[in-house]
Antibody
Framework: EVQLVESGGGLIQPGGSLRLSCAASGFTVSSNYMSWVRQAPGKGLEWVSV???????YYADSVKGRFTISRDNSKNTLYLQMNSLRAEDTAVYYC????????????WGQGTLVTVSS | NFMLTQPHSVSESPGKTVTISCTRSSGSIASNYVQWYQQRPGSSPTTVIYEDNQRPSGVPDRFSGSIDSSSNSASLTISGLKTEDEADYYC??????????FGGGTKLTVL
């Protein structure tokens, strides 16, 4: 059974850093495309970043240069390092596994809330 | 880059049929597959339609998807509405520049 469990969210001051983790089970993270998707309170879904099975990474313009996606194959875990955080980064962050074609997200975690506020 | 535009909300009575649209701002709707996700309050999204019109196992056949090149839009149709269908629905597609795009979401009220 595929499971994705995010952790690492919390309250952080503007300009601060936070690292989110997504522990996966039931499949191999490094063999799949994996993304982070966020949802601001009361708002819609926003794609944030992807890491391809080959290791290439891409980012939404809103986070490029501040966020870094990575994975630890030995731990079967996905990460999102978030630096220079802003109030507008406040959201629930979901990790999501892509289907085998890569087109869409077939499994989602439960999400972890990041609140950026002084 | 393109945007996907959805109506903010739709409402319909139980047993009826509702259609939610998703219009692509530029480029052809047919150039990349469209997916639809259902998100109930307090829960993570789940896929109800993938690759324009395919249903994952476990999704009832009351849910169907289509695309219309003439209006450059995709549609999610839910027939025989049930109160449990009340949720937010998001369309999603792939931008060929290694980005994924979501529509703004549609709140479906079944009243």
């Amino acid at each position: 059974e595929v499971q994705l469990v995010e952790s690492g969210g919390g309250l952080i001051q503007p300009g601060g850093s936070l690292r989110l983790s997504c522990a996966a089970s039931g499949f191999t993270v490094s063999s799949n495309y994996m993304s982070w998707v966020r949802q601001a309170p009361g708002k819609g879904l926003e794609w944030v970043s992807v890491i391809y099975s080959g290791g290439s990474t891409y980012y939404a313009d809103s986070v490029k240069g501040r966020f870094t996606i990575s994975r630890d194959n030995s731990k079967n875990t996905l990460y999102l390092q978030m630096n220079s955080l802003r109030a507008e980064d406040t959201a629930v962050y979901y990790c999501a596994k892509h289907d085998s074609s890569g087109w869409y997200f077939d499994y989602w975690g439960q999400g972890t809330l990041v609140t950026v506020s002084s | 880059n393109f945007m996907l535009t959805q109506p903010h909300s739709v409402s319909e009575s139980p047993g009826k049929t509702v259609t939610i649209s998703c219009t692509r701002s530029s480029g052809s709707i047919a150039s990349n597959y469209v997916q639809w996700y259902q998100q109930r309050p307090g829960s993570s999204p789940t896929t109800v339609i993938y690759e324009d019109n395919q249903r994952p196992s476990g999704v009832p056949d009351r849910f169907s998807g289509s695309i219309d090149s003439s209006s450059n839009s995709a549609s999610l149709t839910i027939s025989g509405l049930k109160t449990e269908d009340e949720a937010d629905y998001y369309c999603q597609s792939y931008d060929s520049s290694n980005h994924w795009v979501f529509g703004g979401g549609t709140k479906l009220t079944v009243l």
